[in-house]
C-alpha cells in the first residue's frame, strides 16, 4: 500500500489536466475530454479553473460545455446508453426501440436509472448504418438491436457492474 | 506451419460480434498443432457478411460469413483452415464475391485487405507511391501537385462538391498572417449524416491513406500543420488513427523531415463532442479553437482566413484520401471514370432498410435503382421499397420514378435532391412520410447552432406546423385549414432556404418539400405502420 502519497483532490487533478494542455492551440475540448474521462462528467468546480488556466471566462467556459451534447455537468449513471435516432434506424424500427429501450430502463432521454445503473441519451448517429437498428454503451456499438437483445445486454451490463466491478 | 486469418476490427464488424469470435478463434485453437495468426484487418464493407472471416490459401483468401461464436468450431473441425467449401458459410474467394467484384475501387482499394496499422502492409500495396512523386513534383514547382489535382477533377467528396484543386490552389496563392506564418490542413472527419459512413471505414481499414493524403496537401500548399477533426461518436476510429499516426512519426512520415525530404508536417487527432453543425467547416473551425461550434459568416473563406485567421484547407476525410492514388497513378487516370462534371469515383453507402448493406465504390453515373437491387438485393423486410433518402438528413426523399436518375452532382441538382456524402438510406413501404418530414425539422432544432433565425426558429415553427396538419387532419378540420398550413409549410421552407447562414438550415427544407412534392397523397395521413413489429418477425424467422 502506497502510505506516502497523500489522495490528490479533485481540484488539484483538474489543474493538472488544465496544466498539461492549456498552452495547445484551441486547448479548451482536449482539457474538457480529459477532465470528462477522469470524472465520467465535468465537475463544477472545473469551471473556474479552466477558466483561470485559459484566461477567459467561466461563462465561456461554460457556454463551451452546454453546446456540445457529448459534455456533462452531472454525474451519470454507470452505463450510459445512446439509441441512435438516424433515419437509417429509423428505417428498420428505431423509434419503437426507443420506446422499449424507455419503458425498460423505467427513464427518458437524459435521465438516470434510479439504481444508477443506466443513463440514457440520444444520438444522430454511430455510423453502423448498414446494420441499423443500432446502440453503443460506453465505446461500443451493437447492431440490429431488438427489444429483447436490449434485456439480455442490460441484464450483463448489470451483472458485471455488481459481482465482478469491470467495465464491459 | 502456420495459418494467416483475417477478421476486422472495424466498428460494424464488432458491433456484429467479431471480438467475440476472435477470442473463440484464439481459445479454439490454442491446443491445435496447426497455428493460427489471426489479423484484425479493417472491413471490405460488405457489412451483410460481418464479422467476415477470410483463410489465406494458396488459391487467394477464402471468406466465410457472417460468422458468430456458435459457428467457429464447425468451421475448424470442417477444414476452414484450409479453405474447404464444404461449410454452409463458405464464400469462395472473398475478391470473387460479387458485390465486390463488380466494384470500382480506387479510394477504398486497401480496405480489408491490409492490418489497418501496418505501415509495412500499407508499403507492401503501394502506399506512399504518391507522396514519393509529390516529393518530386515539389522540387520543381510546388504548382505541380495542385495542377494534379486540378486536372483530376476531384471535387470534395463531404457533401458541396467544390472542385477541390481550386480550393488548394486557393490556400497556395494566400498569405498567411500575423507572427506565425501558418498555413493549415484540416482533415473534417465530423461524419454526422445518418447513413453514410464512408469516412469512419476509411479511417478505421486504411488510416494510412488519409495521413498520406494530409501529408500531399500540406507539401502543395506550404502548410506544416494538420488536425484530424473527429466526431466523438467514433472512438474505434480514434484508436486506429492514433496508433497509424504514432506509427509514422516513428517512420518520419510525420515531423520535421520527412523522408530525408528537409519538409515538415505534423499532425494531430481532435476530437468533437457531439455537435452535428461542426461538420460544417466553418463551425468546426471554432469547435478547433476552443469554441462554441457557431457558424461564421462567409466571407472570408476558410481558405484565406480559416483556422486561428490564417489560410485553411478544409477537406473531408474521402477528398484527401483520394489524393494519393491521384498523385499515385496520374490525374488522367482518375479523371478517366466518371460522367460529365463528376469524375472519378465516389463511395456509396447502402443503408436502412436493405438486405445487403455496405460500402459501394464505383464511377459516377451509375443509377440508384442498379445500386440498390445489383448491391442492395432490396429491402431487409422483403416488403417493395416506398422512398430513398440520398445525402443524408438534408437530402431528398426519392420516389420511384426518380430512381434512375444517374448519380452524378448536376443530375441530382436538376431533380432538386443532393448527392451529398452518398448515403443511400431505403425504407419500405412501412414508413410514414409524414414522420419522416416532421423529424427532418425535429433533427433541425436539436442540431441547430443557433446563430441564425431562420434555421433556429424557422426548424422549431416547422415542427410545429406539421403538428398542426396532423392534427387538423385527424380532425378532419376543414379543407381550407389544410390547405392554408401547407402554404404556410411552403413559406417557411422558402424562408430556411433564402435566409440561413449555412446549409444546415438551408438545406433541411430540402426533404420536407420532396415529401410534399413527391408523397403528397400520402403526407400526413395516417400510416405511421408498426415497423419494428415486421423487423422482429423477420429476426424470429
Known amino acids: 500500500m502506497n502510505t506516502n502519497a497523500k489522495a490528490q483532490s479533485p481540484e488539484q487533478t483538474i489543474k493538472n489536466l488544465v496544466d498539461n494542455k492549456k498552452d495547445l492551440p484551441g486547448a479548451l475540448l482536449p482539457i474538457l475530454h480529459d477532465i470528462q474521462h477522469q470524472f465520467g462528467f465535468i465537475p463544477k468546480s472545473a469551471l473556474a479553473i479552466i477558466a483561470q488556466g485559459l ?17 456533462h455537468l452531472e454525474q451519470p449513471g454507470r452505463h450510459t446508453i445512446e439509441i441512435c435516432r438516424g433515419e437509417a434506424c429509423q428505417a428498420m424500427g428505431s423509434k419503437a426501440l426507443e420506446q422499449a429501450v424507455k419503458n425498460q430502463l423505467g427513464i427518458d432521454y437524459g435521465q438516470t436509472s434510479a439504481n444508477k445503473n443506466f443513463t440514457l441519451e440520444p444520438v444522430y448517429c454511430l455510423g453502423n ?9 460506453g465505446v461500443k456499438t451493437y447492431g440490429r438491436m431488438t427489444s429483447s437483445k436490449f434485456s439480455e445486454l442490460t441484464e450483463t451490463l448489470s451483472l458485471y457492474q455488481l459481482n465482478l466491478g469491470e467495465e464491459l | 506451419m502456420s495459418t494467416t486469418l ?34 484484425r484487418n479493417g472491413s471490405r464493407g460488405m457489412f451483410y457478411l460481418e464479422p467476415l472471416l477470410e483463410v489465406e490459401t494458396p488459391q487467394g483468401r477464402v471468406a466465410y460469413g457472417p460468422v458468430s461464436v456458435d459457428d467457429v468450431e ?36 486497401r480496405a480489408g485487405i491490409i492490418n489497418p496499422v501496418s505501415i ?91 495521413i498520406e493524403g494530409m501529408i500531399i496537401a500540406g507539401l502543395a500548399v506550404g502548410a506544416t500543420q494538420g488536425y484530424i477533426y473527429l466526431r466523438s461518436e467514433y472512438p474505434q476510429a480514434q484508436l486506429i488513427l492514433e496508433q497509424a499516426i ?24 481532435r476530437i468533437g463532442a457531439g455537435a452535428y453543425i461542426c461538420g460544417e467547416e466553418t463551425s468546426l473551425l471554432e469547435s478547433l479553437e476552443g469554441k462554441r461550434g457557431l457558424v461564421r459568416a462567409k466571407p472570408p473563406l476558410p481558405a484565406i482566413e480559416g483556422l486561428f485567421g490564417q489560410p485553411t484547407i478544409v477537406n473531408n476525410v474521402i477528398s484527401l484520401a483520394t489524393v494519393p492514388i491521384i498523385l499515385a497513378k496520374g490525374a488522367q487516370y482518375y479523371q478517366d471514370f466518371g460522367v460529365g462534371r463528376s469524375r472519378g469515383t465516389l463511395p456509396f453507402q447502402l443503408a436502412g432498410n436493405i438486405k445487403q448493406g455496405g460500402l459501394v465504390e464505383l464511377a459516377f453515373g451509375t443509377t440508384l435503382a442498379d445500386i440498390v437491387n445489383d448491391f442492395g438485393a432490396g429491402t431487409y423486410t422483403g416488403e417493395p421499397i416506398k422512398a430513398i433518402q440520398v445525402g443524408g438528413p438534408l437530402g431528398a426523399y426519392l420516389p420511384e420514378q426518380q430512381w434512375h436518375t444517374a448519380l452524378d452532382y448536376e443530375a441530382f441538382s436538376a431533380i432538386s435532391a443532393v448527392l451529398g456524402h452518398g448515403g443511400i438510406v431505403v425504407f419500405d413501404n412501412s414508413i410514414s412520410m409524414t414522420e419522416q418530414a416532421r423529424f427532418a425539422m425535429e433533427f ?72 410534399m412534392t413527391h408523397f403528397a397523397d400520402d403526407f400526413i395521413t395516417d400510416n405511421s405502420t408498426q415497423y419494428h413489429e415486421k423487423v422482429t418477425a423477420k429476426e424470429q424467422k
Open chain 1, 55 to 71: 484566461q477567459q471566462t467561466e461563462a465561456e467556459i461554460y457556454g463551451v460545455i452546454t453546446f456540445y451534447a457529448h459534455f
Open chain 1, 129 to 137: 448504418c448498414a446494420c441499423s437498428p443500432s446502440i453503443k454503451v
Open chain 2, 6 to 39: 483475417y477478421l476486422p476490427m472495424d466498428t460494424t464488424a464488432i458491433a456484429m460480434g467479431a471480438d467475440d469470435v476472435a477470442k473463440a478463434i484464439v481459445f479454439q485453437t490454442k491446443e491445435s498443432s496447426e497455428k493460427v495468426n489471426l489479423i
Open chain 2, 74 to 109: 464447425s468451421l475448424l473441425t470442417q477444414g476452414m483452415l484450409t479453405g474447404n467449401a464444404d461449410h454452409p458459410l463458405y464464400l469462395g474467394l472473398t475478391e470473387n464475391i460479387p458485390y465486390l467484384a463488380k466494384q470500382q475501387r480506387l479510394t477504398f482499394k
Open chain 2, 120 to 210: 509495412d502492409d500499407y508499403i507492401t500495396h503501394d502506399g506512399f507511391v504518391g507522396l514519393n512523386n509529390a516529393l518530386t513534383l515539389l522540387a520543381e514547382d510546388q504548382q505541380n501537385i495542385v495542377d494534379e489535382i486540378k486536372t483530376s477533377g476531384l471535387r470534395g467528396r463531404g457533401g458541396a462538391a467544390f472542385p477541390t484543386g481550386i480550393k488548394w490552389q486557393t490556400v497556395l496563392d494566400a498569405k498567411p498572417t500575423g507572427a506565425e506564418q501558418q498555413k493549415y490542413i484540416v482533415c473534417n472527419a465530423d461524419e454526422g449524416d445518418s447513413g453514410t459512413f464512408s469516412d469512419r471505414l476509411l479511417m478505421e481499414a486504411d488510416p494510412f491513406s488519409l
Open chain 2, 246 to 269: 504514432a506509427t509514422a512519426y516513428q517512420q518520419q512520415y510525420l515531423g520535421d523531415n520527412i523522408q530525408g525530404s528537409g519538409h515538415k508536417f505534423d499532425l494531430e487527432v
Open chain 2, 444 to 515: 433541425c432544432t436539436a442540431e441547430s447552432c443557433g446563430k441564425c433565425t431562420p434555421c433556429r426558429i424557422g426548424s422549431t415553427r416547422g415542427v410545429e406546423v406539421i403538428d398542426n396538419m396532423i392534427a387538423a387532419h385527424q380532425n378532419q378540420s376543414p379543407t381550407e385549414q389544410s390547405v392554408a398550413l401547407n402554404e404556410l409549410l411552403v413559406d417557411l421552407c422558402d424562408t430556411m432556404i433564402d435566409g440561413s447562414l449555412c446549409a444546415m438550415g438551408s438545406m433541411t427544407p430540402i426533404p420536407v418539400k420532396s415529401v
